[in-house]
């Protein structure tokens, strides 16, 4: 009885190790056509869009092993010079104004005139970058943008006498499905000779593509701060 226990117990083992092995197999081939599916999918929206001419310049344009369901992209991005669509459109500048605005929200009731100049978000800063700043629109609502380059920032340190907050935008980053935009609020001065630029806030905007409106859009606003 005990040699026909035991052989029952193997084979029973070994069907279960074989029917486990399939389902593996199975789910591995099945894992292995969705990775290629999204890879598709992927690059078939980010080519839409750069051939819209809302993500130009692309200088990396790959697959990394940090990500294993998504190619790492890398871009700077700004309207094509065609002007075929409108600048509002611009990815970097849709991440400007939620920022601002969501600043706003968070920060606007609080005086901070003790670090510096009071900073008015219907009038905001910007850090110029001929990659990222290039053709962005200087207006959205009721609400002007500034573009500074560091001889501007200087200037301005020693016509104010205070610091003051200036933000800068960061390159675009791919995060899996979304694409991530940071921007950093920073407090100018002049000391010395030297310019200071002393790090204040941040925020962190998720973009995600819409099929339906065939557009990116702002799906999340994290700010964070020192």
Known sequence: MGMRARDRFRKTFRHAVVALIAVAIVWGAFACVELERNKQEEYKVYSAYLSEGLLTDAYDWSTHAQSATAPVVTTTAYPAETG???????????????SIIEMEKS???????????????HHMLVEQDPTITKDLPEQFGDRRVEYLDTQDVVAK????????SILKIFP????GPRLKITINVYWASYKKGHLELALSDWSEVELH???EKRSFLVSNVKLGGV
């Open 84 to 98: 075929a669509f409108p600048k509002e459109e611009n990815l970097y500048f849709k991440a400007l104004s939620a």
């Open 107 to 121: 920060y606007g009731h609080l005086d901070l005139s003790y670090l510096g100049v009071r900073t008015d978000y």
């Open 157 to 164: 340190c020693k016509q104010m006498r205070k610091p003051f």
């Open 172 to 175: 675009i980053e791919n995060d």
């Open 209 to 211: 593509y819409s099929c």
